[in-house]
């Protein structure tokens, strides 16, 4: 089972990025899959989520509106759009699945609630 994300890179700032996350061994339309950043020597940040029907997505408040989650179930893949990039959104940005929405929205606050897979993880640099 693994999760690898891709698309990170040099942006300036007030530019865009998409960044993708391949799923294997795992079927992303049968899981919650959720997207994180972290900035070296910060805790890790909730972004934002897609529900496992796909019907409905989340957003934490330092993105929304900024952000934008969507899923190719043929490509068993979960995207990440961020428009406007500002240089603090600069780090590395996960993605995570589990089956449960939940387990995803507290994965940084809760320790008890551990994503079942997370991925490497990809590297956002925004220049101002």
């Known amino acids: 089972v693994q999760l690898a994300e891709s698309g990170g890179g040099l942006v300036q700032a007030g530019g865009s990025l998409r960044l993708s996350c391949a799923a294997s061994?795992?079927?992303?339309?049968?899981?919650?899959m959720g997207w994180f950043r972290q900035v070296p020597g910060k805790e890790r940040e909730f972004l934002g989520a897609?529900?496992?029907?796909?019907?409905?997505?989340l957003y934490a408040d330092s993105v929304k509106g900024r952000a934008t989650i969507s899923r190719d179930n043929a490509k068993n893949t979960v995207y990440l759009q961020m428009n406007s990039l500002k240089p603090e959104d600069t780090a590395v940005y996960y993605c995570?699945?589990?089956?449960?929405?939940?387990?995803?929205?507290?994965?940084?606050?809760?320790?008890?609630?551990?994503?079942?897979?997370w991925g490497q993880g990809t590297l956002v640099t925004v220049s101002s």
């Open positions: 995570a699945a589990d089956p449960k929405l939940h387990t995803l929205v507290v994965a940084t606050t809760d320790r008890n609630s551990t994503p079942e897979v």
């Open positions: 061994g795992l079927t992303v339309s049968s899981d919650a």
């Open positions: 897609i529900i496992r029907s796909g019907s409905s997505t």
